[in-house]
């Protein structure tokens, strides 16, 4: 196992176009997390998956952003009409395991999807 | 209020010294705590996990939490250039779901 993939690893677009990403997670891992992080910032929680589940959900997660964890391994993030304010890296993380003291609650993440939208 | 504050930095120390990186969170539920570090243009990586209170010691790197003052701290011992990284705060509640990170704090250690 190489731990968590992302693709692409950068993304440049046009204001208004549609982007998706897409991230493998470490394959024992049960849940799936997206995060998106700016420029000197840390990682905001956008979404969260157990299995296939979407289990929760940020504000900041508008209308024109969706994620499907379809068989519960691989998931995408899937941006439409693309705005200049989404710019940024976007991350995927996923953790397994049972119980908080046992660990299962660390994140791997991938090394990110970075979106330039022009 | 942000759920996780950390001082941001940029925070520059000369090779040798002892870093202390620090952060407050707000919500007593919060059971776990983490430090990442993450070099520019790269995702976090874990450095530390300690669940409830305490301090967890892992070679150079010891991480303190205190939850009755709701504050979290990570001590570098023999500060290396290439510990010249972002360092991340990062708890959750037993639910296990949502994990808030700090801000980032960026750390720099002169030759």
């Known amino acids: 196992d190489t731990g968590v993939s992302q693709d692409p690893r950068h993304k440049i677009t046009k204001r208004g176009q549609n982007v998706t990403f897409r991230c493998d997670p470490i394959?024992?891992?049960?849940?799936l997390y997206w995060y998106r992080q700016t420029l000197g910032q840390g990682p905001e929680f956008l979404t969260y998956?157990?299995?296939?589940?979407?289990?929760?959900k940020s504000r900041l997660l508008s209308d024109r952003f969706s994620a499907e964890r379809p068989k519960g391994s691989f998931s995408t993030l899937e941006i439409q009409r693309t705005e200049q304010g989404d710019s940024a890296m976007y991350l995927c993380a996923s953790s397994g395991g049972q119980g908080a003291s046992s660990g299962a609650n660390v994140l791997t993440f991938g090394a990110g999807s970075r979106l330039t939208v022009l | 209020q942000k759920e996780v504050e950390q001082d941001p930095g940029p925070l520059s120390v000369p090779e040798g010294a002892i870093v202390s990186l620090n952060c407050t969170y707000s919500n007593s539920a919060f059971q776990y705590f983490m430090w990442y570090r993450q070099y520019s243009r790269k995702g976090p990586e874990l450095l530390m996990y300690?669940?409830?209170?305490g301090n967890k010691e892992d070679g150079r790197f010891t991480a303190q939490v205190d939850k009755s003052s709701k504050y979290i701290s990570l001590f570098i011992r023999d500060s290396q250039p290439s510990d010249s990284a972002t360092y991340l705060c990062a708890t959750g509640g037993r639910s296990a779901s949502k994990i808030i990170f700090g801000s980032g704090t960026r750390l720099s250690i002169r030759p």
């Open positions: 998956f157990q299995n296939e589940a979407q289990l929760e």
């Open positions: 300690t669940y409830s209170s």
């Open positions: 394959s024992e891992h049960n849940r």
